[in-house]
């Protein structure tokens, strides 16, 4: 028989078998999957790739593809100190004479401090400025934005959130958590052409760094959306031929809503025409509801049993009231939903982990994968019930490059070990995507399997390395472990006979090659679906 095409000799890492050791040196596609490995076909196209390394298709199991493709137009803010940053806003201020100041990126932990509006109004007066934190979980505003949102005369309290004040009682510009909700009313919805611009702009650069599926975890509503029509712009996206790669959309759960369904269905919360988790096809489909427990742990905003280790007296919050973060857990679970909650506090993650079980027992479903976003700072009773619940953990590994030196401060020695595990959480029999929270920290999936492995922080502090992954297990995280924690493993995760043709050319093996130069591996080509989408 003759095929679309035939890869030949090829270093080719099928992650086949029970180890997942499984590998080959040549292999044939058609009609977009993987017909054959190993085997002497005919193919309308046959490609020698001279040796190089073949793995399958990276999948990021938690990203932000739409906020990342708009931060690529906004003013990076990963900065040395305070005074490179309030530079850039005056030089952005003085090139757009008028209209927003919009930066993204920006670390504390990093500058020596927040931005404050009286920075602000220094070096771009009476300007509107919005300047987003790396963890997406707070932000600084000018002066002329806090008017505009009436905070200045009456700063308020909100569920959840904070609007920071300085010792005067006045807003100091930063809005924390479910306070910057506030700010929807002056930049909220995006409009869809721009949304579609940023998922296309966004998708490009992840094809280049060999990611061909993603996880984009949020849309909808609540701080995360950018519009409540916001499925819409993936959908015109994919119909006008500018969706790069395969996308699963979490759902943010302000969005889900009591539904009028008959008393005998049984439905809680969900969509309207009941839409929820698994509606779609490959290349785009409705993934996890997403709720958010907690905050950041750079930020200091996650729900910790102790105090920080920096900021004595302080041990985060709840995103809401307990009862009422449980109660949105249990109905989307009884809905049929697959939850997705964030938590990175082990206050958060208790009370995340109460949720599912209590759900499970009155509303028994088969093998739902629930999963917890983050899974920041855990105790090993924690990783055991999450081994015998079958909940997913979803850990970032470039975490503990980008902004380890932030955790280690806010942790201190005795909890350091709890966090951003992995080895741990694949001894105990967990599930273990590989993911990197873009544009938090850097998505490129080699930068964090080579974190995943040495376990240092981009400084050189070593990072609780009893937790550190093989190469190989770095690997299986990107593939089938984010396969499996989209309940995708028949589709996608290795290249065997069936599976989707989305694969990735790589010039050395992070299976064997030096530890210390994973980051470094070249991506020489992408395929998804068969079809060469990016070449080097
Ligand atoms: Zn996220």
């Given at each position: 028989m003759r095929t679309d095409l035939l890869l030949r000799n090829a270093r080719i890492r099928t992650l086949a078998g029970a180890d997942h050791s499984g590998t080959a040196s040549s292999l044939a596609v058609w009609g977009g999957r993987v017909l054959a490995v190993d085997e002497d076909v005919e193919a309308e196209r046959v490609v020698d790739l001279d040796g190089a390394v073949v793995v399958p298709g990276l999948h990021d199991a938690h990203q932000h593809l739409a906020w990342f493709g708009l931060t690529l137009g906004e003013l990076d803010l990963r900065v040395r100190d305070l005074d490179a940053l309030y530079a850039a806003v005056a030089e952005r201020a003085a090139s757009t004479p008028d209209g927003w100041i919009v930066g993204a990126g920006y670390d504390?932990?990093?500058?020596?401090?927040?931005?404050?509006?009286?920075?602000?109004?220094?070096?771009?007066?009476?300007?509107?400025?919005?300047?987003?934190?790396?963890?997406?979980?707070?932000?600084?505003?000018?002066?002329?934005?806090?008017?505009?949102?009436?905070?200045?005369?009456?700063?308020?309290?909100?569920?959840?959130?904070?609007?920071?004040?300085?010792?005067?009682?006045?807003?100091?510009?930063?809005?924390?958590?479910?306070?910057?909700?506030?700010?929807?009313?002056?930049?909220?919805?995006?409009?869809?052409?721009?949304?579609?611009?940023?998922?296309?702009?966004?998708?490009?650069?992840?094809?280049?760094?060999?990611?061909?599926?993603?996880?984009?975890?949020?849309?909808?509503?609540?701080?995360?959306?950018?519009?409540?029509?916001?499925?819409?712009?993936?959908?015109?996206?994919?119909?006008?031929?500018r969706l790069p790669l395969r996308v699963e959309l979490m759902v943010a759960a302000d969005v889900l809503r009591p539904l009028d369904a008959h008393p005998d269905d049984d439905l809680g919360l969900g969509?309207?025409?009941?839409?929820?988790?698994?509606?779609?096809?490959?290349?785009?489909?409705?993934?996890?509801?997403?709720?958010?427990?907690?905050?950041?742990?750079?930020?200091?905003?996650?729900?910790?049993?102790?105090?920080?280790?920096?900021?004595?007296?302080?041990?985060?919050?709840?995103?809401?009231?307990?009862?009422?973060?449980?109660?949105?857990?249990l109905g989307a679970h009884r809905s049929g939903w697959r939850v997705a909650t964030h938590a990175i506090g082990d206050a958060a993650i208790d009370l995340v982990l109460d949720a599912y079980e209590e759900a499970q027992r009155r509303w028994p479903r088969p093998d739902p994968r629930h999963r917890i976003e983050h899974f920041g700072v855990a105790r090993a009773d924690q990783v055991a019930r999450c081994a015998a619940l079958g909940v997913v953990p979803v850990p970032q590994g470039r975490f503990v490059g980008e902004i380890g030196e932030g955790m280690l401060r806010a942790l201190g020695p005795t909890r350091v070990p709890w966090a951003y595990r992995g080895r741990s959480l694949l001894d105990a029999g967990c599930i273990l995507p590989g993911s990197s929270d873009r544009p938090v920290v850097d998505g490129a999936p080699l930068r964090g399997m080579h974190d995943l492995v040495n376990r240092r922080t981009d400084a050189g502090t070593p990072f609780a390395p009893e937790e550190a992954l093989s190469g190989l297990e770095a690997l299986v995280a990107f593939t089938v472990g984010s396969a499996r924690a989209s309940h995708q493993e028949h589709e996608r995760g290795t290249l065997e006979p069936g599976r989707l043709a989305d694969l990735v050319v790589l010039g050395d093996d992070p299976v064997t090659c030096d530890p210390g130069a994973i980051a470094e591996i070249p991506v020489l080509a992408t395929y998804l679906g068969g079809e060469e989408v990016f070449r080097a």
């Open positions: 504390e932990n990093k500058l020596g401090g927040h931005p404050t509006r009286e920075g602000l109004e220094r070096v771009a007066p009476g300007r509107r400025v919005w300047l987003k934190h790396a963890s997406g979980h707070l932000c600084v505003v000018s002066g002329a934005v806090l008017r505009e949102l009436g905070l200045d005369e009456r700063p308020r309290d909100v569920v959840g959130g904070r609007v920071s004040v300085d010792a005067d009682g006045r807003p100091d510009g930063r809005l924390e958590e479910q306070a910057q909700q506030l700010l929807g009313a002056l930049v909220l919805p995006y409009p869809l052409d721009t949304l579609v611009d940023a998922i296309e702009r966004g998708g490009r650069v992840s094809l280049s760094q060999g990611v061909t599926s993603v996880v984009e975890a949020g849309i909808g509503g609540g701080w995360i959306g950018r519009s409540p029509v916001e499925l819409l712009a993936y959908q015109r996206a994919r119909e006008a031929g969509l309207d025409l009941g839409l929820r988790t698994g509606l779609g096809d490959d290349r785009l489909r409705i993934g996890p509801v997403k709720v958010f427990s907690d905050g950041s742990l750079i930020g200091h905003t996650c729900a910790l049993t102790e105090e920080f280790a920096d900021t004595p007296g302080e041990s985060g919050y709840l995103q809401d009231d307990a009862d009422a973060l449980r109660a949105r857990i």
